[in-house]
C-alpha cells in the first residue's frame, strides 16, 4: 500500500510557543518499498510514523494511505484503519503484561471479532514462525527483550496489515538480539512484499534489505536516497 | 468485539486488583441489603395491615354515627374532637334500637348492631390476660372469620360464652384447645361507679381519694369456641368475641362510652356508634347511599384503608430513601473503583486503542465492569438482606411465641422486589460506571503509550 504525504507539518504546543516536530514534509513511499529513516534524537521520526499510523493528526498538509485520507477520518474510522492497515511496533514493546504471549497475540483478532478458535489457531501460527513455541504460554515478564519484541511483531502482523512500521523496534536490545530483530524484520518484508517503515540507528545491520534510507533533521527530510 | 470477549475483559479487569473490587462488591451488598431489608419490612407493614383488614371482614364493615367524623387521616383524631359542633347545623339523628333495626333491613345488609367495645380481663387456671371485647350479633355465625376451630359459635343471643383465639387460650393454661372449649372462665369488666364520679366532679380529684370512679366487676362465662389465632394476626392476641345480648347485659365502660361522657351533647342520646356489616362488598355504594338518606353518616373501613395505603405509601418511601442513599454510597464507590481501575490501566487502554480498538469497545469493558459490581452486589445484597430479615423473624417469633403470641410475618418478600433490586443496582452499577468509561474511551493513544 502506497503512501503520499503532501506538505505535512506537525507543531506542538508548548505554553505560548510551539515546538515543530515536522515541518512541511513531502514524501512518497510505494507499495511493497523497505524503507529506513534515521536522525538525531527529536529529529522527528516518530511523530512521522505516529501521523502515518493515524494515532496523530498533522497540523497541516494531507496523509494519503492507499484509499485512506488520514485527516479526514473520524475517530472510529482511525481505529479501523490502524486496525486493517497497520502493524506497528514499538522501542517499549507495549504487550499487555497480564496476558500471555498468546493473548497478546489473539488481541488485534479478538478487537476484530474472531472467535476463540480461529484467533487462537492464528496467534498460535504466528508464535510458531517467531520460533516462539514454547514460549507460547509466558507472560512479558518471563520473556526476555528479544522474545517480547518477537511477540510484539507478531501481534501487529495477527491481522495481516499492509503496512509495517517499526520505530526503534531495537533501542532496548543488545546488539545481537538486535540484528536478530532486524532480520526478521528484512524477512517478514521479503516474504509478504508488505510496505515497511524501519525507524533505527542501526544503519549497518538494516542494511541488507533497505531499499530506501530518509534522514530527518529538525522535522525537515535532509536526505532521501535509493541504496 | 463480541459480548463474550467484552464479559472476559471486563471480569479479567476485576480479578486484576481483588482485594479492591471485594471491597466495592462489599458496599454494594450492604447498600443493597439494606434497601432489601427496609422494603420487605414496609411492604410486610402494609401486607399484615392487610391480611387484618381481611381476617376481621372489615371490607364489608361500615361504621354509622350520628355526626360527621372528618376522618381523612389519622392524624386527624386531635381535629375530630376539637371541631366536633361546628360540624353540622343539621339536628342529629339519634342511634337507637328502631334505627339499628331499620338499618339491619336495608336490603344487602348481613346485620346491623351497635358498636361496643370494652377491655376485658380473663382468669383462668391461676392465671388473667387482658383482652378487648367486639360485641357481634348473632348473624355472624354465618361468616367465615368467625367460624372457630375449636368448638363452635354463640348458641343464642343472650349465650353467656366468649370465643377466644387458641393463642389466648395457651396463654390461659389450656394445654390443648379442647381443653379450653366448654370450660368456664371468670371475667372482670369495668363498670362506672356513678358515686365516685359524681365526687370526682363536684368534689375534686383530692374527694375520691385519688381513686378511679371505675368498679370491676366479675362474670362467669363458657368458652364456646376458639378461633384461629394466625388467621387474625394480631388481634388473635387480644381479641375476645362475645353475643351481641350478652354485652348489654354486662355494665361496663366502652371505649366510647367514655369519650360520650365528655362530649355527648344534649337531645343526642343513644349508641354512639352502629356497625353495618354487608353481605357483599359490591353493594358498598348502594348502602351507602340509602344510610345518609337517613340523615345518618357513614364512615366505610374500606375508605380509611384507601387513607391507611396512602400513610403505608409515605412510610414506604421514607424507608426506600433511606435504602437508596446506602446504595448511593455504595454507588460512590463503584465510581470511585472504576476511575482507579481506569488510571491504572491507562497504558493498556492506549495500546488497545493502538491496536485499533473502538472507544465504544473500550467504553463497554468498563461499563460491563460496574455494572458487574452492581448487579453482583445487587444479588449478594438481596440474599443477605433477606437472610437478615428471616433471622430478624425468628428471633422476634421466638421471643414472641414464649409470651403465646401467634407468630408475625414482619418482612414480605414479593418476586417484584428482587426483580426492582437487581434492575436498580444494574442501572446504579451503569452510572457509576458511565463516567469512568467515557474517560477509558476517550484515552489519548500517545500520551497513553509515552507511560513506559
Ligand atoms: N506531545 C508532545 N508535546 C510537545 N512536544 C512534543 C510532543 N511529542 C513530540 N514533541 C517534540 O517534537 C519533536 C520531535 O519528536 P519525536 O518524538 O518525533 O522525535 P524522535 O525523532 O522520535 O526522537 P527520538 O529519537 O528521541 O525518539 C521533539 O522536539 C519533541 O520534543
Ligand atoms: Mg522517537
Redesign the interface.
Known amino acids: 500500500m502506497d503512501i503520499r504525504l503532501r506538505g505535512v507539518s506537525k507543531y506542538y504546543p508548548m505554553g505560548r510557543a510551539v515546538v515543530p516536530a515536522l515541518r512541511h514534509v513531502d514524501l512518497e513511499v510505494p507499495s511493497g518499498q523497505f524503507v529506513l529513516i534515521r536522525g538525531r534524537s527529536g529529529s522527528g521520526k516518530s511523530t512521522l510514523l505516529h501521523l502515518i499510523a493515524a494515532m496523530d493528526r498533522p497540523t497541516a498538509g494531507e496523509i494519503v494511505v492507499g484509499p485512506w485520507k488520514l485527516d479526514r477520518l473520524s475517530v472510529q474510522e482511525q481505529a479501523r484503519y490502524r486496525r486493517h492497515t497497520v502493524g506497528i511496533v514499538f522501542q517499549h514493546f507495549h504487550l499487555i503484561p497480564s496476558m500471555s504471549a498468546l493473548g497478546n497475540v489473539e488481541l488485534p483478532l479478538l478487537l476484530d471479532g474472531w472467535s476463540p478458535r480461529e484467533r487462537r489457531r492464528r496467534a498460535e501460527m504466528l508464535l510458531e514462525w517467531m520460533g516462539l513455541w514454547d514460549r507460547r504460554t509466558h507472560r512479558p515478564v518471563e520473556l526476555s527483550g528479544g522474545e517480547q519484541q518477537r511477540v510484539a511483531i507478531a501481534r501487529a502482523l495477527a491481522l495481516d496489515p499492509p503496512l509495517l512500521l517499526a520505530d526503534e523496534p531495537t533501542g532496548n536490545l543488545d546488539s545481537q538480539t538486535a540484528s536478530e530483530i532486524l532480520a526478521l524484520i528484512g524477512r517478514i518484508h521479503r516474504e509478504s512484499g508488505k510496505t515497511v517503515l524501519l525507524v533505527t540507528h542501526d544503519v549497518q545491520q538494516a542494511a541488507p534489505f533497505t531499499r530506501r534510507l530518509i534522514r530527518l533533521q529538525d522535522g525537515e527530510i535532509v536526505e532521501d536516497v535509493l541504496v | 468485539?463480541?459480548w463474550?470477549?467484552l464479559v472476559q475483559m471486563a471480569w479479567?479487569g476485576l480479578s486484576?486488583n481483588r482485594a479492591r473490587s471485594l471491597m466495592t462488591l462489599l458496599g454494594v451488598t450492604i447498600g443493597a441489603a439494606a434497601l432489601v431489608t427496609l422494603l420487605a419490612y414496609g411492604s410486610g407493614l402494609q401486607h399484615n395491615a392487610r391480611a387484618q383488614f381481611e381476617a376481621l371482614e372489615l371490607y364489608n364493615t361500615l361504621r354509622v354515627t350520628s355526626r360527621p367524623i372528618p376522618f381523612s387521616g389519622p392524624g386527624d383524631l386531635l381535629y375530630r374532637t376539637l371541631e366536633k359542633d361546628s360540624l353540622s347545623d343539621r339536628p342529629a339523628v339519634a342511634l337507637t334500637d328502631s334505627v339499628v333495626t331499620a338499618l339491619g333491613q336495608i336490603p344487602g345488609v348481613l346485620a346491623a348492631y351497635p358498636e361496643i367495645q370494652f377491655p376485658v380481663r380473663i382468669q383462668a387456671n391461676g392465671r388473667e390476660i387482658a383482652g378487648g371485647v367486639d360485641a357481634v350479633p348473632m348473624a355472624f355465625g354465618r361468616l367465615r372469620a368467625y367460624q372457630p376451630r375449636w368448638g363452635r359459635f354463640f348458641l343464642h343471643e343472650a349465650d353467656t360464652a366468649i370465643i377466644l383465639s387458641t393463642s389466648m387460650a395457651q396463654r390461659l393454661g389450656f394445654s390443648r384447645p379442647e381443653e379450653a372449649v366448654g370450660s368456664s372462665v371468670q371475667i372482670l369488666v369495668a363498670a362506672i361507679d356513678w358515686a365516685a364520679l359524681q365526687r370526682m366532679l363536684f368534689g375534686g380529684w383530692y374527694l375520691s381519694g385519688g381513686e378511679l370512679p371505675i368498679r370491676i366487676q366479675p362474670y362467669r362465662v363458657q368458652i364456646r369456641g376458639l378461633l384461629d389465632a394466625d388467621d387474625q394476626a394480631f388481634a388473635g392476641f387480644f381479641r375476645v368475641l362475645m353475643p351481641l345480648g350478652l354485652s348489654r347485659r354486662l355494665e361496663t365502660v366502652t371505649f366510647f362510652s367514655t369519650v360520650d361522657l365528655l362530649f355527648r351533647r344534649a337531645g343526642v342520646s343513644g349508641y354512639s356508634a352502629v356497625r353495618v356489616h354487608l353481605e357483599d362488598p359490591r353493594l358498598h355504594d348502594s348502602v351507602r347511599r340509602r344510610i345518609a338518606e337517613m340523615g345518618l353518616y357513614v364512615t366505610s373501613f374500606r375508605e380509611q384503608f384507601a387513607e391507611l395505603d396512602r400513610l403505608f405509601w409515605l412510610i414506604d418511601m421514607a424507608l426506600f430513601v433511606i435504602g437508596i442513599i446506602a446504595l448511593l454510597v455504595a454507588t460512590i464507590g463503584i465510581a470511585n473503583t472504576m476511575r482507579m481501575s481506569v488510571m491504572e490501566r491507562f497504558?493498556?487502554i492506549?495500546?488497545?486503542?493502538?491496536?485499533?480498538?473502538?472507544?465504544?469497545?473500550i467504553q463497554r469493558i468498563f461499563l460491563l465492569e460496574s455494572a458487574l459490581l452492581g448487579l453482583a452486589g445487587g444479588l449478594l445484597g438481596w440474599l443477605i438482606g433477606w437472610g437478615l430479615a428471616e433471622l430478624i423473624e425468628l428471633g422476634v417469633n421466638v421471643y414472641l411465641a414464649r409470651r403465646g403470641v401467634p407468630a408475625v410475618e414482619l418482612f414480605y418478600f414479593t418476586p417484584g422486589l428482587i426483580l426492582f433490586v437487581g434492575i436498580l443496582t444494574l442501572l446504579t452499577g451503569l452510572l457509576a460506571g458511565w463516567w469512568p468509561a467515557r474517560q477509558a474511551a476517550r484515552v489519548d493513544?500517545?500520551v497513553a503509550?509515552r507511560q513506559?
Open positions: 468485539m463480541y463474550y470477549d479479567n486484576r497504558r493498556e492506549g495500546i488497545l486503542k493502538a491496536l485499533g480498538a473502538y472507544e465504544r469497545d493513544v500517545l503509550l513506559v
